[in-house]
């Protein structure tokens, strides 16, 4: 089946540090992969929506300048936390949609947990 | 607008007993609707999947959800828990009003199974 991995699956950082979060489709080609943040006990909320070669699209109160998303190929996005607080310490998921499958199905990554200190 | 509404954010249920997962969704259109389930420290896994077919889905481990219309549900359900099935369901709404398709959680709900 279709299978995403993120990597690191958990990082410790200091504050004022940049971290980079890879997002990769093993298995398939992407052309759309999303970033979603989730806090301790909640939901998931979706940070941004990147698609292969393009500029990402935000969600409505998620810094652009600070959360940087590039997807430079069919198979890879990445997710940089810049100049990272401890109010950015969360668990980051991203999914992918499947170039060549049912349009609107996503495949989740495992996460990466980030704790700024 | 779309969004869905999990009735309980936790359950527990007894090991061979049924569980019952309550999910209400809200959409101006025929909507999909998806449940996953998230166990500890581990990413998401698409349970079943309701895209205007058949109104009673079955899915993966022996689960299923039923699309009721005039109740704006989507019910997740399984006939005899696991220990296993110990995990965090979230019901999922399909966002409509771009091209991206995408996804709007419920708040989720943590199942504890019982021995």
């Known amino acids: 089946g279709a299978v995403v991995s993120q990597h690191p699956s958990w990082v410790i950082c200091k504050s004022g540090t940049s971290v980079k979060i890879e997002c990769r489709s093993l298995d398939f080609q992407a052309t759309t992969m999303f970033w979603y943040r989730q806090f301790p006990k909640q939901s998931l909320m979706l940070m941004a929506t990147?698609?292969?070669?393009?500029?990402?699209?935000?969600e409505q109160g998620v810094e652009k300048d600070k959360f940087l998303i590039n997807h430079a190929s069919l198979t890879l996005s990445t997710l940089t936390v810049t100049s990272a607080h401890p109010e950015d310490s969360s668990f980051y998921i991203c999914?992918?949609?499947?170039?060549?499958?049912?349009?609107?199905?996503?495949?989740f990554g495992p996460g990466t947990r980030l704790t700024v200190l | 607008a779309q969004s869905v509404t999990q009735l309980d954010s936790h359950v527990s249920v007894s090991e061979g007993t049924p569980v019952l997962l309550r999910c209400n969704y809200s959409?101006?259109?025929?909507?999909?609707l998806f449940w996953y389930v998230q166990h500890p420290n581990k990413g998401l896994q698409l349970l079943l999947k309701?895209?205007?077919?058949?109104?009673l889905v079955k899915g993966i481990n022996g689960f299923e959800a039923e699309f009721k219309k005039s109740e704006t549900s989507f019910h997740l359900t399984k006939p005899s828990a696991h220990m296993s099935d110990a995990a965090e369901y979230f019901c999922v709404v399909e966002h409509y009003g771009g091209s991206q398709g995408n996804l709007i959680f419920g708040k989720g709900t943590k199942l504890s199974v019982k021995p």
């Open positions: 990147s698609n292969e070669g393009s500029k990402a699209t935000y």
């Open positions: 309701y895209t205007s077919a058949a109104t």
């Open positions: 959409s101006s259109y025929s909507p999909s």
């Open positions: 999914s992918a949609r499947d170039r060549g499958g049912y349009y609107n199905e996503q495949f």
